[in-house]
């Protein structure tokens, strides 16, 4: 049974046209992760939730959003999609925050194709 | 910023052969984990490693960690098909970060 969740599994948008992606998660772990995965390279961390806390990578653009409405669901935005932001974004989940040796499980991932 | 790196980065085998991938870094981990993506989807977790020298057995698969908790191997004997992929090493920076290496892409030959 699939414990993360991402929809859609494919998205395309039009460049500059916002796009909201989400995730769900059945192991009621307190952190939620999202990452942006660019075809033959390493997932990159954009931001994560511990709970409710919101923490940004240095490196994440402001084109990019996250809301965390409860412990189930998080979703990112892309305010103004450009040509570059066509990825793989992955969003995980790990019971407690690293640094207590836990383990991330992450979903299928949401393909986004810009046009 | 901790860097891990990962060698090699394309491997191409015949099945039925054993192969050795690395994971080297210059920092030390409090863990560190072992993931093989396939194409279109998410990473999925092989195993997590967090004493130094351990050494950890899923089947056909050998996960080691190196005594400095610095560097990692997974070791896959006899492999097969469905071992093609795109295996990913991740460590865990003592709560400072949780970083991914670039990945090594295995492709095994029927």
């Known amino acids: 049974d699939a414990m993360v969740i991402q929809n859609p599994r494919y998205q395309v948008t039009q460049f500059g046209k916002p796009v909201t992606l989400s995730c769900s998660q059945t192991l009621n772990h307190n952190v939620m992760y999202w990452y942006q995965q660019k075809s033959s390279q390493a997932p990159k961390l954009l931001f994560h939730y511990y709970d409710k806390d919101f923490n940004n990578e240095a490196d994440t653009p402001d084109n990019f959003q996250s809301r965390r409405p409860n ?5 990112l935005d892309i305010r103004s999609p450009g040509l570059g932001d066509a990825a793989m974004y992955l ?25 | ?102 990945g090594t892409r295995l492709s095994v030959l029927p």
């Open chain 1, 91 to 115: 969003c995980a989940t790990s019971r407690d925050w690293t640094g207590r040796n836990t383990e991330a499980f992450f979903g299928q991932g949401t393909r986004l194709t810009v046009v």
């Open chain 1, 71 to 75: 412990t189930s669901f998080c979703f």
């Open chain 2, 1 to 102: 910023t901790q860097l891990l790196e990962q060698s090699p980065q394309f491997l191409s085998i015949q099945e039925g052969e054993n192969l050795t991938v690395y994971c080297n870094s210059s920092s030390v981990f409090s863990s560190l984990q072992w993931y093989r993506q396939e194409p279109g989807e998410g990473p999925v977790l092989l195993v997590t490693v967090v004493t130094g020298g351990e050494v950890k057995k899923l089947k056909r698969l050998t996960f080691q960690f190196g005594d400095a908790r610095k560097d990692s191997s997974l070791h896959i004997t006899a492999a097969q098909t469905g071992d093609t992929g795109l295996y990913l090493c991740a460590g865990d920076n003592y709560g400072q970060n949780f970083v991914f290496g670039p």
